[in-house]
């Protein structure tokens, strides 16, 4: 079965603190992805990446970056922690271009941050 | 751009009753649509996925969806909703950006099974 792992479920961070968040796939998938999750707001797409060192903005991209140095690793990086980036981040990840439109996604399970 | 409407944010629903969570999209071309659900503290799973041929869809679980092209839906039932069917249930849609493939999500549906 493919695999998507986040490699920590619940961080609590402080304010102003650099956060990473991992994200790494043992499918040889291409494309990947990074979301947030909010009450009533849904999955809102951060970063995407479809190559190792190509990224490109999401929908909410403010106050993140992210790193694609190897195809199966994809890190989330918030440069300044905030209160308002308290959020489930989830990081999935879909097969290459000719299988990736019907593919449907796999999740990691999921990061609960917490800034403080 | 493609775009998700989930109505009701909470449904609840009697164990055995029927399951129905709505979800409405707006599209340009013929989609490929999603239902995902999401157990508590959990990422998400994909129950059912609709591609192309019969637009009546089965996923895990006993839930079924039905691609209405002419009302733009894809909604989600289940006979005779069981305890553990509690969940959030997310609707996405696909859609192309700057040369690669992404999914639009809906709000979510939360869903309650009451004993």
């Known amino acids: 079965d493919v695999k998507v792992t986040q490699s920590s479920r619940y961080l609590v961070k402080r304010t102003g603190e650099k956060v990473f968040l991992e994200c790494v796939q043992d499918m040889d998938h291409e494309n990947m992805f990074w979301y947030r999750q909010d009450p009533g707001l849904g999955l809102r797409l951060i970063y995407f990446s479809y190559d190792v060192k190509m990224k490109e903005k999401g929908d909410i991209p403010e106050g993140y970056s992210v790193s694609r140095e190897k195809k199966e690793r994809f890190s989330l990086i918030l440069e300044s922690a905030s209160t308002n980036q308290t959020s489930m981040y989830l990081c999935?990840?879909?097969?290459?271009?000719?299988?990736?439109?019907?593919?449907?996604?796999?999740f990691g399970s999921g990061t609960r941050l917490t800034v403080v | 751009a493609q775009s998700v409407t989930q109505l009701g944010s909470h449904v609840s629903v009697s164990e055995g009753a029927l399951v129905l969570l709505r979800c409405n999209y707006s599209?340009?071309?013929?989609?490929?649509l999603f239902w995902y659900v999401q157990y508590p503290n959990q990422g998400l799973q994909l129950l059912l996925k609709y591609t192309t041929g019969a637009t009546l869809v089965k996923g895990i679980n006993g839930f079924e969806a039905e691609f209405k092209k002419s009302e733009t839906s894809f909604h989600l039932t289940k006979p005779s909703a069981h305890m553990s069917d509690a969940a959030e249930y997310f609707c996405?849609?696909?859609?192309?950006?700057?040369?690669?493939?992404?999914?639009?999500f809906g709000t979510g549906t939360r869903l309650k099974v009451l004993a």
């Open positions: 599209s340009s071309v013929p989609p490929y």
């Open positions: 996405a849609v696909s859609d192309l950006l700057r040369g690669t493939y992404k999914y639009i």
């Open positions: 999935a990840s879909i097969p290459p271009r000719q299988g990736a439109f019907s593919a449907g996604y796999t």
